[in-house]
C-alpha cells in the first residue's frame, strides 16, 4: 500500500503530516519551511495562486480571492445568505450547492478546497519524492453528511483518495493518546477558525471511545475577527469621519489587521494597530480587556454544547480528568478562562493546538496502513438521522452520540394499487419537524414490482459507515429484488458533477509544479511592490532623498522583470526591495508607536489635520 | 433477527456484568472495526462493515437496562425492533384520574397562559410524575433477576413478559406527558431523541 498522509483542512490554515519511521507523527513542510499553508485560494488573472502568497494578496485582490471556504462546504445558497455578506466575494444566489464567481468563472466551494489539498498534496510529493494519492482527511466533529461528503468531493478532485473522514477533535485526542499525554475521562475543546468543537472521550488501554460530540459549524477565530472589524470601522468614521464599510479592500486589510492584533492580545496587555490607508493611516491602540468584551458573547456560545455534550455522555464535570486544547483561537486567554470555570480544572494544550490535528490524522493514517494494531478508535455520529413521515413529523433511525459504524432497518410499503415507486426523505438534526432539520437527500425507490397498495415491503437499510458517512440499500422483501436507488442530495454535488470536475482538474491543472510556483512569486512581488509604493507615498519624507532613490530604484528594477519568466530573479529582486525598504518601514512603525505612546488616547493624535 | 445476546456470546438474561460486557465489545471492535480491514478485498471490507455495525448496535442495546429488556420483548415476541421504539404508550391504570387532571391543567396554561400559580402546580404535578417514572424504571430493572430464574420456564416467561410490557408502556406514557408539562413550562422538553446511554 503506498504512502498515506493526514491532512488538516482547516478553516484558515491547512497542514500535511505523516508518521516517520520511527513511528512518530510530523509535519511536513513545504520547500521554505513554513508547515501552515493558509487556506487561501487567489484566481488570478495568471492562474491559481494557494497559500501565503494569495493570503497576502487578499487586500489587494478582494473579489477573486477565497478565503475561509470550509464555511461554505456542503451548503445551500440559501443557508449561507448572511455568510456571504461578510466576504468579499461573490456568491452566486441559488438554492443548490453555493457557488462562488470569480471573474468570468464560477467555481464551487469543493473546487476550492480542492485547490488547497492538491497543493498539499504536491508538498508532501516534494516531501518523499513519490506520489501520494491517499489521504486521511479530518473534519469538525459536528461536520454533517453534506458538510462531510463535500469534503470528500473536494479530495477527489485533488485526485487524492479519502481512505477516511476523521473528526478533528478525536484525531487530537489520537495524537495525545499516542504519547500517553491523556488517559482517563477527557474533554478536548477545540475552537478553530471557523468551527467549534467539544468531543467527550473515554481513553483506556489503547481503546479511544467517544462517549459525547457536540459543537456549532459556524462558530470560530473569524467570528472574534469580524467583531472587532465591526468596532473599527466604527471607530474609523467617528475620528476620521470615513466609512469603510463598502470598500472591500480596507475591509480586508482591518480584517487581516484585526487578526494579527488578536494574536498579540493573547500574550499583550495592549496592542497598536496600524494600517496605511491611501488617504490617511489609522492607528489605534487596542487592550486585551476591549477585545474580550468584543468576543465574551461568542466566546460564552461555546459553553452550552459542552454542558450539553456532558449531559450526553451522562458526567458530571468533576468525572472528566482532564481538558485538552485545540484550535488556534484556544491561545485566547479569555477561552482559557472560560473553560477552566465551565469544567472546574486548567485545561492544557502540550501539543500545539495549530498542529495536533493534522498529527492525529497521520496516526490514524497510519493505523489504516497497519503501522499501528493496538489502537483502536470508536467514533459517533453528532447528529440524529431520520426520515420525513406524515405530517412533517421527523421520525428518528439513529440516535445522535451512536458509536459508528452503525445501522438501522426501516420499512416502506406503498399506498396506491400498482405503485412501482416510493420515495423517502432523509434528514440530520435534533429537531421534531422536518423543516427545521437539515435536508440530506431525497431518495427514489424504484422498480417495485406492480402489487396491491400495501403489499409490496421495501426493507431500507441506512448504514452510517466510519467516515460518519450515509450509505443507503434498499430490497423488496417478497421478491428480495434491490430497489434503485436514485440519490438526490439536497446540497452536494452529484456523481456526474464530481466526475466532470475530476477530469477537468486533469484537463486544466497546473501540472507543472513550476508554473505554479512562478505565479506564486509573481504575486508576491506584486503584493511587495503595492506596500512600497503606498509607504512611499505616506511616510516618504520621512527618510532622506537618498534612501528614496534606493527604494525607488529596486522598484523600478522588480517592475522590469516582474512579468517575466524568471522566478530566481523575481524573488532575488523582491528581497532587495523589501531590504531597500526595510529602514522606511523601521522609521513610520517608530512613529506610529511614538505617537500612540505619548498620546494619553490614541484618538486624540488621529485627529484630521 | 439477529439475537444481540448471542453476538456477545450471552445467554438471553437481563442481569449482566457491565465490564465484562465492555470488554467484549472492545475485542469485538478490535476484530471487525473498519479501521483494521482497509488493505482486505472490497467484500470483506463490506463484511467488516455490517459485522461492526452490528456489535456497536447490539452493545448500544445492551448496556442500558431498559432498552435491554425492549430489545428482550422484541426478541421474544419475534419482531423488529427500532432502536427508539418502546412500548406503546398507556397511562398507568390507577394515575387515569390524575392524568386527566394534568390533561386539563396543560389546557388551561395553553389557552390561558402560565401564571406563577399555575407554574407552581405544573412543577409540583411534573415531579410527582418524575417519581412514577423512576420507579417504573426500578420495577423492570429489578425484575430482571426473576426473568432470569424463569427464563428455562415458557409458562412463567409469558406472565414477566406482560408485566415488562405494562410497565414500559406506563413509562412511554408518563415520558410524554412530563415532556408535555417541561414544554408547557417553557423548558426545553427532554425530546425522545437519543441520550439514553447506560
Known amino acids: 500500500m503506498s504512502r498515506i498522509v493526514g491532512i488538516d483542512l482547516g478553516t484558515t490554515n491547512s497542514l500535511v503530516a505523516h508518521v516517520d519511521a520511527a513511528g512518530i507523527p510530523r509535519v511536513i513542510p513545504d520547500a521554505e519551511g513554513r508547515r501552515l499553508l493558509p487556506s487561501v485560494v487567489a484566481y488570478t488573472p495568471a492562474g491559481i495562486v494557494v497559500g501565503e502568497a494569495a493570503r497576502r494578496q487578499l487586500a489587494r485582490n478582494p473579489a477573486r480571492t477565497i478565503y475561509s471556504v470550509k464555511r461554505f462546504m456542503g451548503r445551500g445558497g440559501e443557508d449561507v445568505r448572511e455568510e456571504a455578506r461578510h466576504v468579499p466575494f461573490e456568491i452566486v444566489p441559488s438554492d443548490e450547492v453555493v457557488r462562488i464567481r470569480v471573474g468570468d468563472r464560477e467555481v464551487t466551494p469543493p473546487e476550492v478546497s480542492a485547490q488547497i489539498l492538491r497543493t498539499l498534496k504536491q508538498q508532501a510529493e516534494a516531501h518523499f519524492g513519490e506520489p501520494v494519492d491517499k489521504a486521511v482527511i479530518t473534519v469538525p466533529a459536528y461536520f454533517n453528511d453534506a458538510q462531510r461528503q463535500a469534503t470528500k468531493d473536494a479530495s477527489r478532485i485533488a485526485g487524492l483518495e479519502a481512505l477516511r473522514i476523521v473528526n478533528e477533535p478525536t484525531a487530537a485526542s489520537l495524537a495525545y493518546g499516542l504519547q500517553k499525554l491523556a488517559q482517563g475521562l477527557i474533554a478536548v475543546y477545540d475552537l478553530g477558525g471557523g468551527t467549534f468543537d467539544i468531543s467527550i472521550l473515554r481513553v483506556k488501554d489503547g481503546v479511544f471511545e467517544v462517549l459525547a460530540t457536540n459543537g456549532n459549524t459556524h462558530l470560530g477565530g473569524d467570528d472574534f475577527d469580524r467583531a472587532v472589524v465591526g468596532w473599527l470601522l466604527a471607530d474609523i468614521k467617528a475620528v476620521h469621519g470615513e466609512d469603510l464599510s463598502g470598500d472591500p479592500e480596507a475591509v480586508q486589510e482591518l480584517r487581516l489587521g484585526a487578526e494579527a492584533a488578536k494574536c498579540r492580545l493573547s500574550s499583550e496587555e495592549r496592542t497598536t494597530l496600524t494600517i496605511p490607508f491611501e488617504r490617511f493611516t489609522y492607528r489605534r491602540e487596542i487592550t486585551r480587556a476591549e477585545l474580550e468584551r468584543l468576543i465574551a458573547p461568542l466566546v460564552d456560545q461555546t459553553l452550552g454544547p459542552c454542558r450539553l455534550a456532558l449531559k450526553d455522555a451522562e458526567l458530571t464535570r468533576d468525572q472528566v480528568d482532564e481538558i485538552v486544547l485545540v484550535g488556534g483561537s484556544t491561545r485566547v486567554p479569555l477561552v482559557r478562562r472560560r473553560v477552566e470555570e465551565l469544567f472546574g480544572k486548567t485545561p492544557h494544550s502540550q501539543l500545539n493546538p495549530d498542529e495536533v490535528v493534522a498529527l492525529g490524522a497521520a496516526v490514524q493514517a497510519h493505523i489504516l496502513a497497519g503501522g499501528i494494531t493496538d489502537m483502536l478508535l470508536l467514533d459517533v455520529t453528532p447528529l440524529s438521522l431520520g426520515i420525513e413521515t406524515l405530517g412533517g413529523i421527523v421520525s428518528v433511525l439513529i440516535a445522535r452520540n451512536t458509536t459508528i459504524p452503525t445501522m438501522a432497518k426501516e420499512y416502506f410499503t406503498t399506498s396506491v394499487d400498482g405503485q412501482t415507486a416510493v420515495d423517502m426523505h432523509v434528514l440530520q438534526g435534533e429537531r421534531e419537524l422536518a423543516k427545521d432539520n437539515r435536508s440530506l437527500a431525497r431518495f427514489d425507490l424504484s422498480g417495485v414490482d406492480p402489487m396491491p397498495a400495501g403489499m409490496p415491503k421495501i426493507e431500507v437499510t441506512f448504514l452510517i459507515d466510519a467516515n460518519g458517512m450515509l450509505q443507503v440499500q434498499a430490497r423488496e422483501q417478497r421478491t428480495g429484488k434491490a430497489a434503485a436507488i436514485e440519490v438526490k442530495p439536497t446540497y452536494g454535488l452529484s456523481e456526474e458533477q464530481v466526475a466532470q470536475m475530476v477530469e477537468d482538474s486533469f484537463t486544466h491543472a497546473e501540472a507543472d509544479v513550476n508554473a505554479r510556483l512562478l505565479i506564486e512569486t509573481r504575486t508576491e512581488a506584486e503584493t511587495v511592490m503595492t506596500h512600497v509604493r503606498r509607504a512611499l507615498a505616506q511616510g516618504g519624507h520621512l527618510v532622506s532623498a537618498e534612501e528614496r532613490l534606493l527604494i525607488t530604484n529596486a522598484l523600478e528594477a522588480l517592475g522590469a522583470v516582474e512579468a517575466g519568466g524568471d522566478r530566481d530573479v523575481i524573488r532575488e529582486r523582491t528581497i532587495a526591495l523589501n531590504r531597500a525598504t526595510e529602514p522606511l518601514a523601521q522609521i513610520m512603525m517608530d512613529t506610529a508607536l511614538k505617537e500612540a505612546v505619548t498620546s494619553k488616547r490614541a484618538d486624540q493624535i488621529l485627529e484630521r489635520p | ?198
Open chain 2, 1 to 198: 433477527m439477529t439475537d444481540y445476546f448471542e453476538v456477545f456470546g450471552l445467554p438471553r438474561k437481563l442481569s449482566l456484568d457491565l465490564r465484562a460486557l465492555q470488554r467484549r465489545f472492545y475485542d469485538l471492535s478490535r476484530r471487525h472495526h473498519p479501521d483494521f480491514h482497509q488493505k482486505a478485498e472490497a467484500d470483506a471490507q463490506a463484511a467488516a462493515l455490517e459485522a461492526s455495525a452490528l456489535v456497536n448496535r447490539a452493545y448500544r442495546t445492551l448496556r442500558d437496562p431498559i432498552s435491554r429488556v425492549e430489545y428482550l420483548i422484541a426478541l421474544e415476541e419475534g419482531r423488529e425492533i427500532r432502536e427508539e421504539t418502546s412500548a406503546k404508550p398507556r397511562p398507568p391504570v390507577d394515575l387515569l384520574e390524575e392524568m386527566l387532571e394534568v390533561q386539563e391543567a396543560l389546557q388551561e396554561a395553553k389557552s390561558d397562559g402560565v401564571t406563577a400559580e399555575a407554574a407552581a402546580r405544573l412543577r409540583a404535578e411534573r415531579e410527582r410524575l418524575e417519581t412514577r417514572r423512576r420507579a417504573e424504571e426500578a420495577a423492570v430493572i429489578d425484575g430482571a433477576a426473576e426473568w432470569d430464574s424463569a427464563v428455562d420456564s415458557f409458562a412463567a416467561r409469558q406472565p414477566l413478559l406482560d408485566r415488562f410490557k405494562q410497565r414500559l408502556a406506563a413509562r412511554a406514557y408518563l415520558r410524554t406527558v412530563i415532556d408535555d408539562l417541561s414544554q408547557a413550562l417553557g423548558e426545553d422538553a427532554e425530546t425522545h431523541v437519543a441520550h439514553r446511554r447506560h
